[in-house]
Nanobody, 125 residues
Framework: QVQLVESGGGLVQAGGSLRLSCAAS????????MGWFRQAPGKEREFVAA????????DYADSVKGRFTISRDNAKNTVYLQLNSLKPEDTAVYYC??????????????????WGQGTQVTVSS
């Protein structure tokens, strides 16, 4: 079993930055691929970024490519999402997720087995 707890969300002006953290517990967590998703009000949850178990492979949604960076520190049991050049349309609840059956990461929501409770990111114009 893996527990995930996100933090780092908040209110920021357009053009600003935030760093989200996802603290994980569980003996085998470091072997799992990890992902970040987000859900804006009235919209479905969407893929943001994914990272392989080693951190050597990453994937991003087109909407965040070049602005967001996913990383992980397995020694600290933490996955990060650096959000730069934020836009009002980035406003959403951000969730981290763990895929216990894959080491490489995927954009497919149904592949993920464990989810955090989410952290709110609000970008003002």
């Amino acid at each position: 079993q893996v527990q995930l707890v996100e933090s780092g969300g908040g209110l920021v002006q357009a053009g600003g930055s935030l760093r989200l953290s996802c603290a994980a517990s569980g003996r085998t967590w470091s072997t799992y691929a990890m992902g970040w998703f987000r859900q804006a009000p009235g919209k479905e949850r969407e893929f943001v970024a994914a990272i392989s178990w080693s951190g050597g492979s990453t994937d991003y949604a087109d909407s965040v490519k070049g602005r967001f960076t996913i990383s992980r520190d397995n020694a600290k049991n933490t996955v990060y999402l650096q959000l730069n050049s934020l836009k009002p349309e980035d406003t959403a609840v951000y969730y981290c997720a763990a895929d216990k059956d894959s080491r490489w990461g995927t954009s497919l929501e149904y592949e993920y087995d464990y989810w955090g409770q989410g952290t709110q990111v609000t970008v003002s114009s």
